[in-house]
């Protein structure tokens, strides 16, 4: 089965500076999605970005960029320029690229504290 | 709707009580799914439908757990003599097709007195 572990509980950071979420993940297969999900005190989960296993680039979504070592199982998410408004509870997650095994599999959570 | 939607948002319930939580997909999604979410953990998975169909329920955590979505939209989540560790909050999630972005609603919170 596969595992998804952020080993940061709580990160902060000063407004306009850069911050880094780390997490890392295991699996036998070698075709799989991964994502950060962010979750405000409203509890939905909002997708930031997706990347594809496959593919060696690293995603980018304007401030939100990940650094992705499938060698390492590792899959970093780094926001640039951090806002007031990125407060929130990051989960990384793992999804199966195999038809009828889709469900996601989260990581604990980052809690994410921007300071004004 | 323009999202998924979730109800009700919050639900307390005495230790034994039976409990129905509903989720509204986004209109024509084929996937719709279940989670459990605990106090300051991550989302934990319990069951997946394509249309009607249940094609994974390995993450109900007891026969106590039943859900069902009977005509491929609306899906219920039904917990019958709820426990106190069943407190948490329940997402629910659909996605268009199997390959496709999943949409969270905003959850309903379950605290079982």
């Known amino acids: 089965a596969q595992t998804v572990t952020q080993s940061q509980p709580e990160m902060s950071v000063q407004e306009a500076e850069t911050v880094t979420l780390s997490c890392t993940y295991d699996?036998?297969?070698?075709?799989?999605?991964l994502f950060w999900y962010k979750q405000p005190p409203s509890r939905q989960m909002i997708l930031v970005i997706r990347?594809?296993?496959?593919?060696?680039q690293n995603a980018t979504e304007n401030r939100f960029s990940v650094n992705f070592q499938k060698a390492a199982k590792s899959f970093s998410l780094k926001i640039s320029d951090s806002q007031l408004g990125d407060a929130a509870m990051y989960f990384c997650?793992?999804?199966?690229?195999?038809?009828?095994?889709?469900?996601?599999?989260f990581g604990q959570g980052t809690r994410l504290t921007i300071n004004p | 709707g323009a999202g998924v939607s979730q109800s009700p948002r919050y639900k307390v319930a005495k230790r034994g009580q039976d409990v129905a939580l509903r989720c509204d997909p986004i209109?024509?999604?084929?996937?719709l799914f279940w989670y459990q979410q605990a106090l300051g953990q991550g989302p934990e998975f319990l069951t997946y439908?394509?249309?009607?169909?249940?094609?994974?329920k390995s993450g109900l955590p007891s026969d106590r757990f039943f859900a069902e979505r009977p005509e491929g939209s609306v899906s219920t989540l039904k917990i019958q003599r709820t426990q106190q560790e069943d407190s948490a909050v329940y997402l629910c999630a659909s996605s268009l097709d199997w390959n496709t972005e999943a949409f969270f609603g905003q959850g309903t919170r379950l605290t079982v007195v």
């Open positions: 699996t036998s297969e070698s075709d799989y999605y």
């Open positions: 997650a793992y999804r199966s690229y195999l038809q009828g095994a889709q469900k996601l599999v």
């Open positions: 439908f394509q249309n009607e169909a249940q094609l994974d």
């Open positions: 209109s024509g999604h084929v996937s």
């Open positions: 990347q594809e296993a496959y593919k060696q």
